[in-house]
């Protein structure tokens, strides 16, 4: 007896295997579904199949077949997924905001991407946005399985998930946002960059330590580099400036021609790292052996 019948038109690489490798795992529990494949015009079609002997004698027809259901959603989901979620996306960002170029559309894609395959959880939900959105695609599937005995796969992307768009649609407005604070990143670091480049440097060399909790700066002679005090109090009068702001508006202000960073694991501090590092692009090297190094922990400052 045919169970279900799943077609598609449009071509998917791994549709078959992906389909097979749920039927088996069906099989291994006991449920010997077959599948059958047949071309109908540009459509495929999938046949699940499983003898009548067997339904009639375990006389559980609807049991048996929620448990196909269930393992074909699941199999679907996944098709969904890996295979239509990239073109979606695409498709969203090309619709959407075409007012981007496309190398511009290209960055907001691969954002998107990064965000989706994430394991950052949910604001609302403790799930991560990528289990969340195969729940709502298996939830659909199998709540129009319920009442259907085939499925064309690519109609029921266009016309029953709305709820999966709207979460896609979320995920590059994410996306979008990320993108233009990054752009922004990179035009401000563009603009140091240029700063520094036009100053004489102060000094030729600053090494950076990693002093317990703190960043310090010293000179090539071993002399402590004082901050700037109207940073000192600029950092006073305003909570959102950090010390490690301070750091990198030191070392702006010396546009020193070298820069040796001392200490780091690249676990602590990684985004100040990562600025002093952008903007000194060419100037930074890193050193974890000399004496300095070695008594970087025990240093405290005057």
Known sequence: MRILSIG??????????RLNLELDLLSKKGFDVTLKKNYKGNAVFFYCYIEDEIILKENHYKNMRQIVVNSIANALSDIVMDYWEPILIKKIIR????????????RIYDFTRDIANSGELNLTQDTSSKVKRKICVVHKIQEY???????MLDGFIDFRLREYMEQLEELVDTA????????????????????????EPKKDLVNVLFCNTKIVLMDEDSEFIENDLSLDLLAQENTEVSTDDIVVSTLINIAPRKIVIHGFDGKNKIE?????????????????????????KPLTTK
């Open 145 to 151: 399985l319920s009442d259907n005995n085939i499925i």
């Open 95 to 106: 619709d959407n905001y075409f007012y981007f170029n496309e190398i511009e559309q290209n």
């Open 272 to 296: 100040v790292i990562n600025t002093i590092y952008n903007i000194f692009e060419g100037r930074i090297h890193f050193c974890n052996s000399c004496n300095i190094c070695l008594q970087s």
């Open 8 to 17: 598609s038109i449009k071509p998917v690489e791994g549709f078959e295997d």
């Open 176 to 199: 979008i946002d990320e993108y233009l604070i990054d752009r922004e990143y990179k035009e401000f670091i563009d603009l140091l960059r240029h700063f520094i480049d036009l100053q």
